[in-house]
């Protein structure tokens, strides 16, 4: 977080390349790179006043998904039921916590499979919570992530990388904003069918949220998903960069 464009001067000085994996592009610095795989993202995204890398690293084709989610894409789950809900590090008394108060308040019946920052807040979201069907994990490993996704009807999550994995996953996404580096992201992530964009999550009522769980529970479910094999096209000064033997 303290990196400046002085640092990076340096070290280009010293011919060591950087990328920067840059989610907003109003504060971009002058790597070697910069990295951004936010949908249909282009450098006019940047501002006119952002020092130009040596590449560009933009959109879809350069995406950042931890496994197994890149060998999930265009291979869609078998029918889900209930709910996936993963807020991150913003879920603790948030956003979590609100989702579930208006479940509650529904009286929704499905299975709810809610990922927690740590247990303590897995056992009290249990506890508060207890006439919803609810299994809470504290911080679960990608692997067990993605089976939780793939298990769902609705995966509820804010509009981060996340997000992306949720549509790598093949499961139908309720999403809003929780930061503003999510921004970008947001827009891209409009584009996909099976997608409900709420906006703000701060902003969000109880009526908006039921409303589009509502939409997207009795939607089919979506097609395979396009998003393309992650790095396909590696590019060879990047290899020749990273690999001390090239």
Not at 62 to 85: C, H, K, M, Q, T
Not at 92 to 101: F, H, N
Not at 216 to 222: A, D, E, F, I, T
Request: net charge neutral; glycine share 6%; with cysteine.
């Amino acid at each position: 977080y303290g990196l400046n464009q002085a640092y990076l001067d340096v070290l280009k000085a010293a011919d060591i390349g950087t990328i920067q994996i840059n989610d907003l592009p109003d504060q971009a610095l002058a790597p070697f790179a910069i990295l951004n795989h936010c949908p249909n993202l282009t450098p006019r995204n940047f501002s006119p006043e952002t020092p130009k890398p040596t590449h560009w690293l933009l959109g879809l084709e350069w995406l950042l998904l931890r496994s197994p989610f890149p060998s999930l894409i265009a291979n869609p789950p078998e029918n889900g039921d209930g709910l996936f809900l993963c807020f991150g590090g913003t879920s603790s008394g948030g956003q979590l916590q609100k989702c579930l108060q208006w479940l509650q308040e529904s009286e929704y019946s499905n299975p709810i499979r809610v990922i927690c920052p740590d247990p303590a807040e897995a056992a009290f979201v249990t506890k508060r919570f207890s006439t919803l069907k609810i299994a809470a994990f504290a911080q679960q490993a990608s692997h067990a992530m993605a089976s939780l996704m793939r298990a769902s009807a609705v995966a509820v999550v804010p509009s981060s990388t996340l997000a992306l994995e949720v549509l790598a996953a093949g499961v139908p996404l309720l999403t809003g904003i929780t930061a503003q580096n999510q921004s970008l992201l947001a827009q891209g992530l409009q584009a996909f069918p099976g997608v409900e964009q709420l906006g703000a999550w701060d902003k969000v009522s109880a009526k908006d949220f039921l409303n589009a769980l509502a939409r997207l529970s009795h939607q089919s479910p979506p097609p395979p998903r396009s998003l393309p094999k992650p790095w396909q096209a590696f590019p060879n000064w990047l290899k020749t960069a990273y690999d001390p033997t090239a």
